[in-house]
Nanobody, 120 residues
Framework: QVQLVESGGGSVQAGGSLRLSCAAS????????MGWFRRSPGMQREGVAL????????LYADSVKGRFTISQDNAKNTVYLQMNSLKPEDTAMYYC?????????????WGQGTRVTVSS
């Protein structure tokens, strides 16, 4: 059974930082892509960052380039999202996902989400 468990969300002021973690179990970690997505109230889900865990290659949404960094710890089957220079518009529920990742929609497994609130 695949399980993705996110942690690390919280409330920060604009300009601050947070690090999200996603621990994966029951999944072939090194033969997949892991991604971070977010959904703001009234908005569609948005792909934020993804990493191909076998190669370490990464991809970012334009809105977070230069501010967010996705990384992995293969020994812990964990993916991280370091978020710096946070803006109020980054406020959202953040979800971890696992899948082939050939496109932003090519993710099969999802975590429950962790909330990030950025105040101005």
């Amino acid at each position: 059974q695949v399980q993705l468990v996110e942690s690390g969300g919280g409330s920060v002021q604009a300009g601050g930082s947070l690090r999200l973690s996603c621990a994966a179990s029951g999944y072939t970690f090194l033969r997949s892509a892991m991604g971070w997505f977010r959904r703001s109230p009234g908005m569609q889900r948005e792909g934020v960052a993804l990493i191909y865990t076998g190669t370490g290659s990464t991809l970012y949404a334009d809105s977070v380039k230069g501010r967010f960094t996705i990384s992995q710890d293969n020994a812990k089957n964990t993916v991280y999202l370091q978020m710096n220079s946070l803006k109020p518009e980054d406020t959202a529920m953040y979800y971890c996902a696992a899948g082939r990742g050939r496109t932003w929609s090519d993710f099969e497994y999802w975590g429950q989400g962790t909330r990030v609130t950025v105040s101005s």
